[in-house]
């Protein structure tokens, strides 16, 4: 087992990550077992498996994170989600969860007043605060500004937007009277806008861009208001759980009996347009107010909805005082509840066959009479006109006079029931588009400078019957996802390019290809839907067909069949299309596409509502627009409509700043204290905020022009730095007040800030008066100081310029000296050394004279030789003296012959002495002789020595010829793979454009499995494998079953673990492993180790070295990428430049050694590690490689104990890499001797290595069992 006690983050399909430990490193993933042991083991692949810090965090900005990654940034929203904090910034990104319950003091007023002038990031996130931050933006920049607001249905986008107008309108003291209005109109848009779904209470049925307008005082002078896509659909059909719009109800509940009665309103059950749920949003005393008679049976068996923020009671009373507010009488009030109560009771209106009618015509239901009566008398027309008029349309032929013959022609039940339902939502949506005509009359603006728009709309949508609502909706959230992509990741990459700035670049999705299937101008589905409307017979089916023909090949597009999801694949497929948005896989059906993209009335009903009795309906309907007039070819679809105020909308956020507000929704079944993780993390990903979150990381989100911000504290500056161009006033300024260098960095034109930075320079800034006149100081210090410094600077690089040439000099006179004198002793040492030996006989001649004067006979015979030998000695100095080129050989020679007479003159006196003192000259000439010996083994002693180091310098020499001979083919095979390279190129760019295709492809796949899963949790309903993904021609066919869930991550990880691309070096040494003799990719990382060490098999040794180092390699590189953003290389295993080496090395497939007797060789570099103080001696470091991997490593430093690894008890801490990999042997100097390393290795306490031998026993057990792949 593994021992490593780093928490990490796993992967959990509930949780979204769960906190565990790495137990196992396998082949292609990690084994994690989690720390709560409710959970399993799991083993993850790398992808999803991130370093966890070790105590909970808890930050206001995800940026100040110790370990930046979605696992972290998780876990962080959700401990400050049960804190009731639910705020969070990612840079200056605001992220909202929604926490279904109010929270106290959260939006009080003393509260806006606490944020308003408060720079982002001094107080804790806040809505409050983006908003300030986009008042004091314009006011900076004059420039307009956008807040889009954005996330799921139920993640709370609606309250978000409510408490931004709050916060514009409020933040200058009281509200005035076009404030007031301003805000009266989000509960008059959210009656007629709002509807509850399956997931949320609230929801918006539409799209809204609310602009606040200011004037140069930056002053509220009136407001806009722009709406987009009403769905019409809903005010005719709901499902069981969802409601019609609020207003509806509303008047039902909270409407006095008076004007119930005028309306002829009943309770929910007696409509069918409120078909779905009937039942009223109240709160215990509320209920009490609501009439018995309004409620429906399903309220008085279940009782009311509850809901924080919705009462329909209170509502309705609300929005009567909202609409006197604006502007409107009571006559003005009450023929806005004409058209709703109008509309219900155009819904119960009934038809049915004539018996006697050959034409198939029909008629109104005799049950229908009194509903007939009361709509039109609401409606203002005639009873018997608007009866004609549902069950017949006009037709005008050509011929036939002038203008041609009317024709009446009967409709059938179905059509009959679809114009009354296509009157109804015309009626409906034309109110809905006065209503907000008349907010904006009330709300003018004669003079604007600048404005801040709060974009609310739809977020994406999926249900189980997808169709044209849900289309536009997510076409749009495209538009927005790809406006944040630009606008935050790719523009943001691109002015850190522009401004010098060195930050790594950071991939993401580009949803382009979705936004080019949908609204492409040729054949786009919006442009293909418009033809097939103009068709005379239009049909779904053909239109259906046309969209898969004109996308056959796009993989954004696809079949029903290819859903996940079980009810979707009962589909045909030319009844609808599968689209993979950016959030997920959508099945859309186009039953009703045209019809919903048509929209328009029959001609008899239009020309009926321009002639009614009603004032305000008239004025819905004027004279001269019917859509009949203008035939089909130049009607304008509701798509093509939206499309252009899309694209409207898209040109006033580009040219606007721009504030972001994702909402996140932290669970499915709209409950407070909950918090489903993975739910959330799905939400995250798909808004871009992680791809955000990685950028940050090494980012500047804010950034402010020189010039600017000289000009924001130019008004308090006093006359000294006013003076100072906009630069050197900021070098001056944030050198002066000691911030931090990482905290900002200078571009070429703008000082760009960490998250969070700004705050504190500006609260310096703004400080009070003392404290600037300290500030003031410091930066005319900082000025004196720099000139002085960049003077001196030039003084001491012209000083330390002329130094280094005189040093230089010294250098190249002791180089000559150096030079000379070695060619000097090199050609005169055999001469001076053989002076010395012949001068040692004259020594010795001069005690063979003490002891002749000694002797009674036979002395001037001693006294004579011994002048002889002095005369030879004499001879052969002089010799030698006056011979300069005179070789090692003759001067042994005369030393030879000038000795031989000595020991002849020797003997002799030996002889003559041996009589009389015998006792006494035996004991001198002893001694004699052992100085003779003395001498002789000194003389040996130091031959030997001379060719103990002729023999190392030989073998210096060796390893050296060997290196340069390593080197040249080095060099040789590196321009055959550069040449090699460049006829591969463009194969290889190939391959990694489509291994990051597949990569995203996957990533959708994981997008579209979870979708599903969702989908089918609320609709009780089935998920299914979807169609394997093919990558480069190749189908991955693994059998699923059919109907049940599935695993996305069993699904996922068996396609990634196939095809998914590694690194290169990854896949060459996969290649290498391919070719091997045994299959080890189910072992565990300790059998290998216990191989390692024991086994005898020479060729599994091999194979086990390799993956086992490969897998070290793996987990080194993890850790690395999810290192701390405050720990350097604390584990460093080996020296830098050789980390670095095996980095820049190209990928090369290792051959598979065939090991007879293992090569071992020693290496010794100079080292330091990463972190270590700027005053640290250099220490050194030792590596002993065996074969190719390493066996010892040693480090050692003067001021620290020495460290001594072995491989198979330390191989965490030791180099993992090869010895090819290393670049060792390419670095001249660096090997050394066997005896060299283990004489350090022994000295600091090292045991001696002991070479694996061969047992006599056979292979290691471990490979008895394991299969061999021949």
């Not at 209920?287 to 049976?297: A, D, F, H, N, V």
């Not at 009962?570 to 048509?598: M, P, S």
């Not at 070479?1251 to 792949?1269: D, E, I, S, T």
């Amino acid at each position: 087992m593994l021992e490593d006690t780093q928490l990490v983050w796993a992967r959990d399909p509930a949780e979204g990550y769960i906190q565990g430990r790495i137990t196992e490193i396998g082949t292609k993933e990690f084994e994690v077992t989690p720390i709560d042991r409710k959970y399993p083991k799991r083993t993850c692949s790398y992808d999803d498996i991130h370093s966890s810090c070790d105590g909970p965090q808890d930050h206001d900005d995800n940026c100040e994170l110790m370990l930046l990654n979605e696992a972290t940034f998780l876990d962080n929203l959700k401990t400050r989600y049960y804190k009731d904090k639910i705020y969070t910034y990612v840079a200056n990104i605001l992220i909202a969860v929604n926490p279904y319950r109010e929270i106290k003091e959260i939006y009080a007023p003393d509260t806006i007043k606490k944020y308003n002038g408060r720079s982002l990031g001094e107080l804790p996130p806040h809505v409050f605060a983006i908003a300030d931050k986009a008042i004091r933006d314009m006011r900076v920049y004059k420039l307009s500004q956008s807040i889009i607001v954005s996330g799921e249905s139920g993640a709370g986008k609606t309250e978000s937007t409510k408490y931004l107008l709050k916060f514009l309108c409020y933040s200058h003291d009281s509200a005035g009277p076009i404030e007031t209005k301003i805000l009266d109109a989000n509960p008059v848009l959210e009656a007629f806008g709002n509807a509850k779904t399956t997931r949320n209470n609230n929801s918006s049925r539409f799209g809204k861009f609310i602009e606040v307008h200011y004037d140069a005082k930056c002053q509220v002078v009136g407001g806009y208001i722009s709406h987009y896509l009403l769905e019409k659909s809903r005010i005719c059909t709901q499902s069981a759980e969802e409601r019609n719009y609020h207003v509806f109800y509303m008047l039902l509940a909270g409407a006095p009996q008076q004007l119930r009665d005028k309306l002829n309103l009943g309770k929910p059950d007696d409509y069918r347009y409120l078909s779905g749920c009937t039942q009223y949003f109240a709160n215990a005393k509320t209920e009490q107010l609501i009439p018995g008679s309004q409620k429906s049976k399903n309220h008085q068996q279940k009782g009311p909805l509850k809901d924080p923020i919705i009462d329909d009671y209170q509502h309705f009373h609300n929005l009567d005082k909202a609409l006197g507010r604006l502007g409107l009488s009571d006559v003005e009030k009450l023929g806005i509840y004409s058209l709703v109560a109008a509309v219900l009771h155009l819904g119960n209106i009934a038809f049915e066959e004539i018996p006697d009618d050959v034409r198939g015509g029909c008629q109104v239901s005799e049950a229908s009479e009194h509903s007939l009566t009361i709509t039109s008398g609401l409606l203002g027309v005639d009873q018997t006109e608007l009866r004609t008029a549902l069950v017949s349309r006009v037709m005008q032929s050509k011929g036939g006079g002038f203008k041609g013959t009317v024709i009446m022609v009967p409709l059938k039940i179905y059509e009959a029931s679809n114009a009354r339902d296509a009157l109804a939502k015309a009626i409906y949506s034309r109110l809905f588009d006065r209503i907000v005509g008349l907010i904006n009359q009330s709300i003018p603006f004669q003079a604007s400078n600048f404005y801040i728009g709060v974009l609310d709309i739809a977020g994406f949508e999926y249900f189980t019957v997808n169709s044209f609502e849900q289309f536009c909706i997510n076409y749009c959230n495209e538009k927005l996802q790809k406006f944040f992509n630009d606008n935050i990741l790719k523009n943001e990459q691109e002015l850190y390019k522009r401004e010098g700035l060195n930050v790594p670049e950071i991939t993401f999705t580009d949803n382009q290809d979705i936004i080019e299937l949908i609204e492409a101008k040729s054949n786009g589905i919006f442009t293909l839907l418009d033809e097939e409307s103009k068709l005379p017979k239009p049909s779904p089916s053909h239109f259906t067909a046309e969209v898969h023909k004109s996308w056959a090949s796009h993989y954004r597009l696809g079949l029903p069949r290819s859903s996940r999801l079980k009810a979707h694949r009962t589909l045909r497929d030319e009844e609808g299309f599968l689209v993979r948005h950016f959030a997920g896989a959508v099945c859309y059906n186009t039953e009703q596409f045209i019809e919903k993209n048509n929209d328009a009335l029959h001609a008899s009903l239009e020309g009926l509502m321009q002639e009614c009795e009603n004032p305000l309906l008239r004025t819905l309907f004027p004279s001269g627009s019917s859509t009949s007039i203008r035939g089909k070819l130049n009607f304008i679809s509701v798509g093509s409509k939206f499309k252009t105020q899309l694209g409207e909308l898209m040109e006033k956020l580009e040219q606007n700043g721009t504030n972001f507000i994702r909402c996140i929704k932290p669970n499915s079944k709209m409950i407070d204290r909950q918090f489903e993780g993975s739910l959330a993390l799905a939400q995250l990903k798909c808004s871009g905020t992680i791809s955000v979150l990685e950028l940050m990381e090494h980012g500047y989100p804010s950034r402010v022009l020189f010039a600017d911000l000289y000009n924001m504290y130019k008004s308090v500056l006093p006359p000294e730095l006013v003076s100072l161009p906009a630069r050197t006033f900021c070098e001056a300024m944030f050198q002066s007040l000691n911030l931090s260098a990482k905290d900002f960095k200078f571009g070429i034109t703008k000082v760009f800030f960490r998250p969070g930075k700004f705050v504190e320079f500006d609260r310096i800034m703004r400080s009070d008066p003392e404290n600037m006149l300290a500030i003031v100081a410091k930066v005319k210090k900082w000025l004196i100081r720099s000139r002085w410094v960049k003077s001196a600077l030039g003084a001491l690089c012209v000083i330390k310029l002329r130094n280094r040439i005189i040093y230089r000099n010294k250098c190249v006179l002791m180089a000559q000296r150096i030079a000379r004198g070695f060619l000097a002793r090199k050609q005169h040492r055999p001469r001076y050394q053989g002076i010395g030996k012949i001068n040692k006989i004259r020594t010795n001649t001069l005690k063979t004279i003490e002891i002749a004067n000694g002797l009674k006979m036979g002395r001037d015979e001693i006294v004579g030789g011994v002048n002889d030998i002095y005369r030879q000695i004499d001879d052969a100095i002089k010799t030698i003296k006056l011979t300069p080129r005179i070789t090692q050989r003759e001067i042994d020679s005369m030393y030879t012959v000038v000795m031989a007479n000595m020991n002849k003159l020797t003997v002799d006196l030996n002889t003559k002495l041996k009589e009389q003192q015998q006792a006494d000259e035996q004991e001198r000439l002893r001694k004699i002789q052992e100085a003779l010996e003395a001498e002789r083994a000194a003389k040996e002693a130091e031959e030997h020595r001379q060719r103990e180091e002729a023999e190392n310098k030989r073998l210096k020499v060796e390893m050296e010829t060997r290196r340069k001979h390593a080197e040249a083919q080095r060099l040789r095979q590196e321009e055959e793979d550069r040449r090699a390279a460049l006829a591969l190129q463009e194969q290889l760019q190939k391959e990694a454009k489509d291994d990051a295709k597949y990569r995203q492809q996957l990533e959708q796949e994981r997008r579209d499995h979870e979708l599903a899963l969702r989908l089918a949790s609320e609709s009780n309903g089935q998920v299914e494998d979807s169609p394997p993904v093919i990558r480069n021609g190749i189908n991955d066919a693994s059998p699923m079953g059919s109907n049940k869930l599935i695993s996305f991550s069993q699904v996922v990880s068996n396609i990634a673990s196939r095809y998914l691309n590694k690194s290169d070096n990854v896949r060459a040494q996969q290649q290498a492993l391919g070719k091997q003799k045994y299959d080890l990719s189910k072992w565990k990382y300790s059998e290998l180790r216990d191989a390692i060490n024991t086994s005898c098999d020479i060729e599994l040794l091999e194979a086990c070295r390799q993956e086992f180092h490969r897998r070290l390699k793996v987990y080194h590189a993890w850790k690395a990428k999810n290192r701390k953003r405050t720990t350097m290389d604390e584990n460093e295993r080996a020296p830098r430049s050789v980390m670095e080496a095996a980095f820049k090395q190209p990928p090369t497939v290792q051959p598979i050694q065939q090991i007879v007797t293992a090569q071992h060789r020693y290496f010794r570099i100079p080292f330091m590690r990463a972190n270590a103080p700027d005053n640290t001696k250099r220490g050194l470091w030792y590596a002993h490689f065996d074969g190719q991997w390493i066996a010892r490593q040693m480090e050692l430093h003067a001021d620290k104990p020495p460290i001594l690894l072995v491989a198979g008890t330390d191989d965490m801490q030791m180099c993992e890499l090869s010895l090819e990999e290393t670049g060792l042997t390419r670095k001249r100097g660096a090997e050394i001797l066997e005896h060299e390393f283990n004489r350090e290795w022994e000295r600091n306490g090292g045991k001696a290595y002991k070479n694996l031998g061969v047992r006599p026993n056979g292979p290691h057990p471990a490979a008895a069992g394991m299969q061999k792949q021949q």
